[in-house]
């Protein structure tokens, strides 16, 4: 269990964060807000986490999704990564990245408690956003 008070919620740039970024110097010691699409979950976590992040939270990017969670499963290498990634609702990732660009802000802070597990929400019975 972890908290992250006054924390930097920083976009990623590009948003998929499959690979450099060109605002990683931002990311470090933050937490990120990236796009699901182009790679693997496990993928950009390494990304993030490779820039210094502390934690990276991945939005569907259906901007339209309100209610459908994705199962961030892992991908078929033997990679692992060391900070915790969550997964957003579509329309709630867009609603964040548009309020930020609105008010032209380069980052949102928050703070936000971190339950951390390896056991898939399907099998814990419980809603995604408990282990927030």
Not at 13 to 21: I, S, T, V, Y
Not at 44 to 54: A, D, F, S
Not at 66 to 86: C, G, H, K, V, W
Not at 100 to 123: D, F, K, M, R
Request: a negative charge.
């Amino acid at each position: 269990n972890t908290r992250y008070d006054q924390i930097h919620l920083v976009p990623a740039d590009p948003p998929e964060a499959c690979g450099e970024l060109n605002n990683g110097v931002f990311i470090q010691d933050q937490i990120a807000l990236v796009e699901r699409g182009g790679c693997s979950f496990l993928s950009k976590t390494r990304v993030i986490q490779e820039h210094g992040g502390r934690a990276v939270i991945i939005a569907d990017n259906a901007y339209d999704n309100d209610s459908f969670y994705i199962e961030m499963i892992q991908d078929s290498t033997r990679r692992t990564a060391d900070i915790p990634a969550l997964f957003l609702l579509g329309r709630d990732g867009y609603m964040i990245r548009r309020s930020l660009e609105q008010h032209g802000l380069p980052w949102a802070v928050i703070s936000i408690p971190v339950n951390i597990t390896s056991i898939p929400t399907y099998e814990m019975m419980q809603p995604p956003w408990t282990f927030w």
